[in-house]
C-alpha cells in the first residue's frame, strides 16, 4: 500500500489498514513518540541500510566547513555530543525516547578520528 506521508501511514497502522510500516528508524521511533499510544507501538528489525548523512554548506567556505568539523570532532571527543545527543533523544523534549546505537557510537569515533 502507497502512502503520501508518514502521518498517513502511521493512521493506516492505528486504523489496522496495514501491518508495518518501514521509514529511517528516527522517524519511526517519532511517529511512535506521536502517536496515541506509544506503549502499543514497537521498532523492530534489523537496519535495512547504513545511510550517511551530512550538512549542505555553502560551496567554497572552506572556514565554516574547517570550524564545522572541527566543532563536531571537539564535541564528540569531549563527551558532549553524547550528552546531547541523550537531552534531545532519550527521551527528549518530544519524548522521542531513541536510544543511542552502538552503531552511531561507533560513527562518532570515527568522526571524531585526527586528522
Given at each position: 500500500?502507497?502512502?503520501?506521508?508518514?502521518?498517513?501511514?502511521?493512521?493506516?497502522?492505528?486504523?489496522?489498514?496495514?501491518?508495518?510500516?518501514?521509514?529511517?528508524?528516527?522517524?519511526?521511533?517519532?511517529?511512535?513518540?506521536?502517536?496515541?499510544?506509544?506503549?502499543?507501538?514497537?521498532?523492530?528489525g534489523?537496519?535495512?541500510?547504513?545511510?550517511?548523512?551530512?550538512?549542505?554548506?555553502?560551496?567554497?567556505?572552506?572556514?565554516?566547513?574547517?570550524?564545522?568539523?572541527?566543532?563536531?570532532t571537539?564535541?564528540?571527543?569531549?563527551?558532549?555530543m553524547?550528552?546531547?545527543?541523550?537531552?534531545?533523544?532519550?527521551?527528549?523534549?518530544?519524548?522521542?525516547?531513541?536510544?543511542?546505537?552502538?552503531?552511531?557510537?561507533?560513527?562518532?569515533?570515527?568522526?571524531?578520528?585526527?586528522?
Amino acid at each position: 500500500m502507497k502512502v503520501k506521508d508518514h502521518s498517513q501511514a502511521m493512521l493506516n497502522l492505528e486504523q489496522g489498514r496495514a501491518d508495518a510500516y518501514v521509514s529511517d528508524d528516527v522517524v519511526l521511533y517519532g511517529l511512535k513518540s506521536a502517536s496515541k499510544n506509544p506503549d502499543e507501538w514497537e521498532v523492530v528489525g534489523p537496519y535495512f541500510s547504513y545511510d550517511p548523512y551530512g550538512m549542505m554548506i555553502p560551496r567554497n567556505n572552506d572556514d565554516f566547513r574547517l570550524l564545522g568539523n572541527k566543532t563536531i570532532t571537539r564535541l564528540i571527543q569531549s563527551g558532549e555530543m553524547e550528552a546531547i545527543y541523550k537531552k534531545w533523544f532519550e527521551p527528549g523534549p518530544t519524548k522521542i525516547n531513541y536510544p543511542l546505537s552502538d552503531r552511531l557510537k561507533e560513527n562518532f569515533q570515527l568522526i571524531a578520528l585526527p586528522d
